[in-house]
């Protein structure tokens, strides 16, 4: 697991994050570089990546969770985490 910081580990705390789906999410999930950091979150070939390790059964308990996110920061530390409410866009929009 990746240093975390007092805020991150408050806002797991709060949220009901836990430690160990914390880990799946950073290993499983998909990067994309926001404001200096990247964010980390399941998309469907990190979902059918968890579902196939984990098994039917474990995977169907961590469907509550499949909207969390993590914000990792370029030192490596967890910034923050919490769970999704909007698509999160992977192009970068040209200025034009």
């Known amino acids: 697991m990746l240093a975390l910081s007092r805020h991150a580990s408050r806002r797991l705390q709060q949220r009901a994050i836990s430690p160990t789906f914390l880990d799946c999410l950073l290993y499983y999930g998909a990067r994309v570089r926001s404001n200096g950091a990247d964010i980390v979150f399941l998309d469907r070939k990190a979902k059918r990546a968890l579902s196939q390790d984990l098994g039917t059964k474990m995977y169907s308990a961590t469907e509550k969770k499949q909207k969390v ?19 999160i866009r992977r192009r970068v929009r040209s200025w034009r």
């Open 69 to 87: 996110y993590a914000v990792v920061g370029d030192d490596g530390n967890v910034i923050t985490a919490g769970y999704r409410f909007k698509r």
